[in-house]
Structure formats: structure tokens, C-alpha cells
């Protein structure tokens, strides 16, 4: 199982950025799909979630009305795209997959390299 992740960089507050996890290695439609983040000295925090079909996505309070979280299993790919960034975004994300039971908060087996996102007050 390999996920990629990418679309990360430097934004200004208030500002967007998408990120893309590239899943292969795992026939992705049977895998529920997720991000994470951490930033320096802090621990792993959970972000937002997508069930395998794609029609439940589970996010944490604090990017709840900011981020939205999707799919396409066609692509093998799930988006992060954050709206309204905060400083306190800053942080390297993680892309996940579970082929596991759906759970809230989800857990997660397999996770891929981070890309950093960086957001400049």
C-alpha cells in the first residue's frame, strides 16, 4: 500500500489549498480514506475522514465548515481541500486508508508521507 500525498505549500491566511492523496497497491474502493496532520512538537491530530463509498466524511471540530474532504475511486484519490486557513493549520498532513470497519473517530492502518502545509499570518 502506497499513499502519496501532495498540494501542500505556503499560503497566506484566509487563503486554499487542496491537497491530493495518490493511493495504489490496494483496490481503493474497499478502504476508508483520511487525513491527519501534526504540527512541530505536537501530537498527531485526526482532520476529516470518507467512508469507502464516499457518502460519509466524519471531520474534526476544528476544521468543521473550513474543510471538505472527497473521492474518487475511479482515481484511486482522496482531496483535502482547505478553505478559510488559520495559522494554527500549520502542519505536515498525512494521508490514511483502513479497509477495516468504519469507526468514529476512524482508525487507521496504513499512511503515506506527509506534505507540509504552511499558513503565514
Known amino acids: 500500500v502506497q499513499l502519496q500525498a501532495s498540494g501542500g505549500g505556503l499560503v497566506q491566511a484566509g487563503g486554499s489549498l487542496r491537497l491530493s492523496c495518490a493511493a495504489s497497491?490496494?483496490?481503493?474502493?474497499?478502504?476508508?480514506m483520511g487525513w491527519y496532520r501534526q504540527a512541530p512538537g505536537k501530537e498527531r491530530e485526526f482532520v476529516a475522514a470518507?467512508?469507502?463509498?464516499?457518502?460519509?466524511?466524519y471531520g474534526a471540530d476544528s476544521v468543521k465548515g473550513r474543510f471538505i474532504i472527497s473521492r474518487d475511486n475511479a482515481k484511486s484519490t482522496v482531496w483535502l481541500q482547505m478553505n478559510s486557513l488559520k495559522p494554527e493549520d500549520t502542519a505536515t498532513y498525512y494521508c490514511?486508508?483502513?479497509?477495516?470497519?468504519?469507526?468514529?473517530?476512524?482508525?487507521?492502518?496504513?499512511w503515506g508521507q506527509g506534505t507540509q502545509v504552511t499558513v503565514s499570518s
Open positions: 490514511a486508508a483502513d479497509p477495516g470497519a468504519w469507526t468514529t473517530p476512524p482508525v487507521f492502518r496504513y
Open positions: 470518507i467512508r469507502r463509498s464516499g457518502g460519509t466524511t
Open positions: 497497491g490496494l483496490a481503493v474502493s474497499t478502504y476508508h
